[in-house]
């Protein structure tokens, strides 16, 4: 998993949300409140009754400086009660206890959880950002059935994606530098195709997740303006060129956003 550095997230804001919103809407046709029923299926949640707690972690590589301030007004902007504790680490979860708070949304160095206390229920970023940005790419994309929908990265959160667009009756397509993490992917979902060469595959396919943190994997003779491209990973493995060629309102990507929104509808969605 890629480290988030200050410069990553140091935009994300509430005036700056409001705009993502906008484009976020013109891309999938939902807003992100929208997005956040969506992904627990409807199930009408109001928002305003959950409180949230942030809580700094300084653990290992120890705080990220603006983390939990993102994390913060993303909660906000989606109409959650949501504070940052004071202190960090078991103290500021100790002090979220004592302010009787709903969920908690911490981060290490390995692992970025909600912890749902009353629902004695934890959602990790990686399982929630998968499904995120496959559902995403399904919105975009209007329909997936039956379409071939390529997956480069089987990771965690490649994963993820890949259970959702089987859920959704996609054919998946997937690709990983990494063979054997292939076979065990295949061995798990035993549907999927495994390609080995992008270069082959990559003109037909239009609908792309690149859950794999390397630069450029997709060029320009890999794209059209029909392509979608769901790019949760950092860096953005698409080269300058090719991003020009991809009409803006078919590429989804951002480094936070959609992670937490989708790990708060989760955390708090009633069906498994
Ligand atoms: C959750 C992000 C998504 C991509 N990479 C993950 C990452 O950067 N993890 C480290 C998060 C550390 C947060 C730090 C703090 O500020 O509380 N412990």
Redesign the pocket.
């Known amino acids: 998993?890629?480290?988030?550095t200050s410069d990553d997230i140091a935009h994300i804001n509430l005036f700056y949300l409001k705009d993502y919103n906008s484009e976020f809407k013109a891309r999938t046709g939902k807003t992100l409140l929208e997005f956040a029923q969506y992904l627990i299926e409807d199930e009408k949640i109001d928002f305003g009754k959950i409180r949230s707690a942030v809580?700094?972690?300084?653990?290992?590589?120890?705080?990220?400086p603006g983390?939990?301030e993102a994390v913060f007004s993303i909660l906000k902007f989606i109409g959650c009660k949501v504070f940052i504790t004071t202190k960090t680490d078991i103290a500021g979860f100790f002090e979220a206890f004592q302010k009787k708070v709903d969920l908690i949304f911490?981060?290490?160095?390995e692992l970025?959880s909600v912890f749902n206390l009353g629902a004695r229920k934890a959602i990790e970023?990686s399982f929630a950002?998968g499904k995120a940005y496959a559902a995403a790419l399904e919105l975009v994309a209007k329909n997936i059935e039956n379409k071939e929908v390529l997956v480069i990265g089987v990771g965690k959160v490649g994963i993820s994606a890949i259970k959702y667009f089987l859920e959704k009756k996609a054919r998946v397509v997937i690709f990983d530098r990494d063979k054997e993490r292939l076979k065990l992917v295949k061995k798990e979902f035993s549907s999927v195709r495994i390609e080995s060469n992008l270069d082959s595959i990559l003109p037909e396919i239009k609908l792309i997740l690149i859950a794999a943190p390397a630069k450029d994997l997709i060029q320009e003779h890999h794209v059209n303006y029909e392509t979608i491209i769901a790019c949760p990973a950092?860096p953005i493995g698409v080269t300058k060129v090719a991003w020009k060629m991809i009409k803006p309102t078919r590429f989804i990507h951002d480094?936070?956003q959609l992670?937490v929104i989708s790990m708060l509808a989760l955390s708090i969605k009633n069906k498994s």
């Open positions: 998993m890629t480290r988030l809580v700094p972690i300084t653990s290992g590589k120890g705080i990220i983390f939990s911490a981060a290490d160095d970025f970023n950002t950092i480094p936070l992670g």
